[in-house]
């Protein structure tokens, strides 16, 4: 049996899909992008403020379900630019220690609403 994960300390699902899904021993997030929860608009600034907004609206998400990063086992990145790797990286690791969870990053030709990164994430109970 599958359980849908909700918080209102992230976006709100646009469109058909769960923030996540409890499905036992693992939760899947969905791709998060730089939202602001309070007003669903893209947070100001660069790549490096649009990596961390992904990161704490996926923490929010991990947190309604009673797990950190710590939990996660594997993250998928979506960016926009390839070039945008190295601050995105930076951003994202300010959120995570060792050890770090399996990782894709990979660049993709559009995002929605324009923005430069989405993630998603698998997490282990």
Known sequence: MVKAIHTNNAPQAIGPYSQAIDAGELVFVSGQIPLNPETMEVVEGGIAQQTEQVMKNLEA??????????????????????????????????????PYPARATVEVSKLPKGVGVEMDVIAKK
């Open 61 to 98: 998400i991990l947190t309604e379900a009673d797990l950190s990063f710590a939990n996660v086992v594997k993250f998928t990145i979506y960016i926009s630019n390839m070039d945008d790797f190295a601050t995105i990286n930076e951003a994202y690791a300010q959120f995570l220690q060792e």
